[in-house]
């Protein structure tokens, strides 16, 4: 596991606001989904149970309670 993975990546999810591809991305203290296009931020927990490959590969890096 590396503790420096990437701090952000694009999904394949839709935005619900506006539909362009939500982009997964880390703090320091927090996973959230954001969309590029519009600005919106959007829980996790609101698109864990839709993970795509590239939220999987993503959350390996970063330590949560995907539950």
């Known amino acids: 596991m590396s503790f420096f993975g990437p701090r952000d990546a694009e999904t394949s999810l839709p935005c ?5 591809p939500l982009h997964i991305e880390r703090s320091c ?7 590029p296009a519009c600005g919106t931020q ?18 390996e890096n970063v330590y949560c309670d995907r539950i």
């Open 16 to 20: 619900p606001a506006c539909g362009a």
């Open 29 to 35: 203290h927090e996973v959230r989904m954001r969309c």
């Open 42 to 59: 959007f829980p996790l927990k609101d698109f864990i149970g839709n993970a795509d490959d590239a939220m999987e590969r993503f959350l």
